[in-house]
């Protein structure tokens, strides 16, 4: 099983603010690497997949970044609407996994 | 416009069975793969089990493997989640999502879940 680790899991930041979360794989996932938003009380939604390339009606302050076992997601100016939970999910390999999540708070 | 609504979940015995459905909006469900995926209260998201759009394949999660088993049923847009010999460890949300391709891949969508409380 592909085991993901996230870091940090829980970053205090300020609206406007540049971050950076990262994601480790236990084995090389490729490029098969998608990005989900967990906002509280909803279910998680799309943000990045294939790494790099965002969803569908995702703003281009969302940028995904990395390859193998490596993996970041950049929010270049951070929105009020911006603070919940991010997670990382790996496909490329049976059993899909996540990583326990980052959250981002004020 | 894809729309998951999940149904079946509650409170149930610890060694009892539970089936949970999810009703698909869209005419190209006989495309999709789809998923089950759970999360347990203040946890992250869990993939649980993932059936093939033409059903020739199914994978499953350790955890679960030999206790639940995802169907469909195309004809009805319906995806299935027969859980049996259930455990306490199995209380989450379980969440339907549909998958971009027909033979796995990232989920594109998702339901808006429904809660399993296995509990005596």
């Known amino acids: 099983e592909t085991v993901m680790t996230q870091s940090p899991a829980t970053l205090s930041v300020s609206p406007g603010e540049r971050v950076t979360l990262s994601c480790r794989a236990s084995q090389s996932v490729s490029s098969n690497l998608a990005w989900y938003q967990q906002k509280r009380g909803q279910s998680p939604r799309l943000l990045i997949y294939?790494?790099?390339t965002r969803a569908t009606g995702i703003p281009a302050r969302f940028s995904g970044s990395g390859a193998g076992t490596e993996f970041t997601l950049t929010i270049s100016s951070l929105q009020p609407e911006d603070f919940a939970v991010y997670y990382c999910?790996?496909?490329?390999?049976?059993?899909?996994?996540f990583g326990q999540g980052t959250k981002l708070e004020i | 416009q894809v729309q998951l609504v999940e149904s079946g979940g509650g409170v149930v015995q610890p060694g009892g069975s539970l089936r949970l459905s999810c009703a698909a909006s869209?005419?190209?469900?006989s495309n999709w793969g789809m998923h089950w995926l759970r999360q347990a209260p203040g946890k992250g998201p869990e993939?649980?089990?993932?059936?093939?759009?033409?059903?020739?394949?199914?994978y499953y999660a350790d955890s679960v493997k030999g206790r639940f088993t995802i169907s469909r049923d195309n004809s009805k847009n319906t995806l299935f989640l027969q859980m049996n010999s259930l455990r306490p460890e199995d209380t989450a949300v379980y969440y339907c999502?549909?998958?971009?391709?027909?033979?796995?891949?990232?989920?594109?969508?998702w339901g808006q879940g429904t809660l399993v409380i296995v509990s005596s």
């Open positions: 294939g790494a790099y």
């Open positions: 999502a549909k998958d971009r391709v027909g033979f796995g891949d990232y989920t594109d969508h």
């Open positions: 869209g005419s190209s469900f």
């Open positions: 993939w649980v089990t993932f059936i093939r759009n033409d059903e020739s394949n199914r």
């Open positions: 999910q790996q496909y490329n390999n049976w059993p899909q996994s």
